[in-house]
């Protein structure tokens, strides 16, 4: 019988029958089959799967060899990255074998096939990416409407450059699927994250718009740089991605982008983490040391790398966070002084 627990963002389940396995694999990804190939007596789905947002990331194990169909997957592109051991798979009338080396992306319009595990140990992260978000992505970056599904080709090198970085971000995300307290899940996180693991993506595997994203483009005018800016004052406190600022601004991706360098030099995430920044620091001032620590307030304004955070904090205003907050009341009591003096 299977197991499982959580609520509608996450899910772990462990089940013996290939049918509620079928069901509970389902619900998580795409209507599928499963054939089992192995020994029957063996069978046994593991599934520790978290959705945030417009992406969805499970580790899927199978403790006997299986093969796996699905239809068209219409609303989502997919990529399968074994950690461990190899599957055959394929998109289409496409084939591969997946490896820790090789990962495998799966078209929107077309089908899909697994055949694997058992023997080979094979442990898989499987990542679904709702279309629509990527499209949207990919629209904002190429400055104009995406059609029809992305044409994926079906293998991606991990090993190396964008493609490994690409990884390391995704596994990092992964390994903290368990933990409900994550603080990715923080709401201030969650949209810029997964807009970055789907930008990355866009920009590292192969697909009929990859020799757009490398063209020039013209940098934004400095209008829509003023947008862009008061937009990201006026929303500072939500959870802003830069698809979202430069579609408030009007412009692609790639323009604003290129504008903010022109005209500020800084880039528009980089612009709203300084403004946040600076909030820390008024909060870190007005706070009681007794009762409030650095991270709690670092964490409140989205930064959750403590040491970045800290490191960022120092260069912009000279001292560390955990200075500022010791000395906030001193300086607050210092301040109205000087103001009574000056009212005498």
């Known amino acids: 019988m299977p197991t499982a627990d959580g609520d509608s ?43 945030m947002g417009p992406v969805t990331m499970g580790w899927l194990s ?40 090789r990962a495998a992306i799966y078209r929107a319009d077309r089908n899909s096939v697994l055949e694997g595990w058992g023997e080979d140990s094979c442990r898989m992260l499987a990542v679904k990416f709702d279309r629509r978000a990527v499209d949207d992505q990919l629209a904002q ?23 490994l970085q690409w990884w390391m971000v995704m596994r990092a995300l992964a390994d903290q699927l368990r933990n409900a307290d994550s603080l990715y899940r923080h709401p201030l996180l969650v949209a810029p994250l997964t807009q970055s693991v789907m930008v990355a993506l866009l920009l590292a595997a192969r697909h009929d718009y990859s020799s757009q994203l490398v063209t020039s483009v013209d940098p934004a005018a400095p209008a829509a740089v003023e947008r862009a800016r008061q937009y990201i004052e006026d929303h500072v406190d939500e959870p802003l991605t830069a698809v979202e600022i430069a579609a408030a601004a009007g412009v692609s991706l790639r323009a604003l982008q290129h504008g903010f360098q022109t005209a500020l030099q800084t880039t528009p995430m980089r612009y709203l ?72």
């Open 62 to 101: 199978y403790d006997t060899e299986v093969k796996i169909d699905t239809r068209e997957l219409g609303d989502a592109y997919h990529v399968n990255l074994p950690v461990t051991g190899q599957l055959k798979t394929g998109s289409g009338a496409d084939r591969m074998i997946a490896t820790p080396s």
């Open 273 to 344: 983490r300084d403004i946040r920044l600076r909030r820390v620091r008024a909060d870190l001032l007005a706070a009681d040391p007794e009762q409030v620590g650095v991270a709690e307030i670092a964490y409140r304004w989205g930064f959750n790398h403590l040491g970045r955070f800290a490191g960022h904090y120092r260069t912009m205003f000279g001292e560390s966070p955990s200075e500022a907050l010791r000395s906030g009341p001193t300086r607050q009591l210092s301040r109205r002084g000087s103001l009574y003096l000056a009212g005498q």
């Open 141 to 163: 970056l190429v400055g104009k409407p995406i059609r029809k599904p992305i044409a994926f080709d079906l293998a991606l090198d991990i090993t190396s450059g964008p493609g």
């Open 9 to 51: 963002t996450s899910l772990s389940a462990v089940s013996s029958d290939v049918d509620e396995a079928r069901s509970l694999g389902g619900e998580i990804y795409y209507p599928h089959s499963v054939r089992v190939i192995g020994d029957q007596r063996r069978f046994t789905m593991r599934l520790d799967a978290a959705e």
